[in-house]
């Protein structure tokens, strides 16, 4: 009998062993969210959000370092070429000017009386030259010091409207930093920022125009006045549009946000497909994204590049793909090379979510 009752417990701890097995097999295999690539020659433009500024957008700052005795304007202000608008403290530089002055006088009399020797044959040519030089090192010295007095004023380089007022009275500064920051009354351009692929197929951005909210019913025609050979931090380039038909500016001021639109070249779109910025990883340095078999139900990485970002996130990418694969979207970060995955039903509107 109890030979009978052992046998029955290995049978159920046998059965038991096969079940945990079962479900931790089954556990091994994540669901991803998968979609299926597709081509993007449909679209023949882009859109890039902006923000009107001034062509004279500048930062005007002192060109001597010390604290700052008083400012003299204020955001909003407007203010015409040569009005002072801030000064340092000038104390430090009317000294130095003072005891440099008083240098100047005792070295001018020296040279002069050598000078006036050196015309009577009563000197030498070596003391002649020693004086002159050291008089015109000492009017250099004058000169510069006279300068750095007269530059603890800050006058404005244009006609303009004060943008804002980086630093107050009583700040210490150093000579560069800006203090007031300034825009022109003239033309006004538009700037937006660029990926890179944009950047380097910039000679096939064509048409463009802008648009605001506050003008819903005008269009705006643009064309690039400039662009920085050098990307930002974000990796992304600067371009300024200038308007190239009229534009009232009393409604359209500096600061203002709107969307630029372009028109692409036909050759810019060639394989180009969509994907969800989702999908896409990066392993070392190289994008990528996976890749879903049906026949073996397993992932596989590829190599892409992406050539642009979209705000509504999704992405244009080239190489690596082709139109109708099915990618994972969802979950790259959890899946590795080869690993079996189950794609997550698709939703529908009796069975919302795919739960069902």
């Not at 996976?290 to 999704?314: A, C, E, F, P």
Request: charged share 20%; aromatic share 8%; glycine share 6%.
């Amino acid at each position: 009998m109890m030979k009978y009752k052992l046998l029955a417990v290995v049978a159920t701890l046998v059965v038991c062993g096969c079940g945990n097995n079962s479900k931790k097999e089954s556990e091994t295999v994540p669901y991803v969210k998968t979609e299926i690539v597709q081509n993007t020659n449909s679209v023949n433009s882009v859109n890039f959000p902006g923000k009107t500024k001034s062509a004279d957008d500048i930062n005007v700052s002192f060109r001597v370092s010390g604290p700052i005795l008083k400012v003299y304007v204020k955001a909003g202000d407007h203010v015409r070429k040569g009005q002072l608008l801030a000064a340092m403290d000038p104390r430090d530089y009317q000294t130095q000017l003072n005891a440099t002055q008083a240098e100047y006088a005792s070295i001018k009399a020296d040279a002069e009386r050598v000078i006036a020797m050196y015309n009577e044959e009563s000197t030498t040519a070596s003391n002649y030259d020693k004086a002159r030089y050291g008089l015109e090192q000492i009017t250099q010295k004058l000169n510069n010091h006279r300068n750095q007095l007269a530059d603890t004023k800050l006058y404005s380089p244009i006609d303009g409207y004060v943008q804002e007022v980086l630093h107050e009275g009583g700040e210490t500064v150093s000579a560069g930093m800006p203090i007031i920051s300034m825009f022109g009354s003239g033309t006004l351009e538009v700037e937006i920022n660029v990926a890179a692929f944009d950047y380097a197929n910039r000679d096939r951005l064509s048409s463009m125009y802008c648009k605001f909210d506050l003008l819903p019913d005008e269009l705006f025609p643009l064309k690039i006045s400039s662009m920085s050979a050098e990307a930002n931090s974000n990796q992304l380039y600067t371009v300024r549009l200038r308007f190239t038909g009229p534009y009232d500016r009393t409604k359209i001021t500096p600061g203002m946000t709107t969307m630029v639109y372009a028109s692409l070249d036909r050759d810019s779109l060639n394989e180009s497909l969509s994907i969800p910025s989702t999908a896409i990883f990066d392993a070392q340095g190289q994008s990528k994204v996976y890749v879903y078999d049906t026949k073996s139900q397993t992932v596989k990485s590829r190599n892409i590049t992406v050539k642009r970002l979209h705000r509504d996130g999704t992405a244009e990418v080239s190489g690596g793909l082709t139109d109708g694969e099915t990618i994972v979207v969802a979950g790259v970060h959890h899946i590795t090379e080869g690993q079996k995955v189950t794609p997550m039903p698709k939703s529908s509107k009796s069975n919302v979510g795919g739960l069902l």
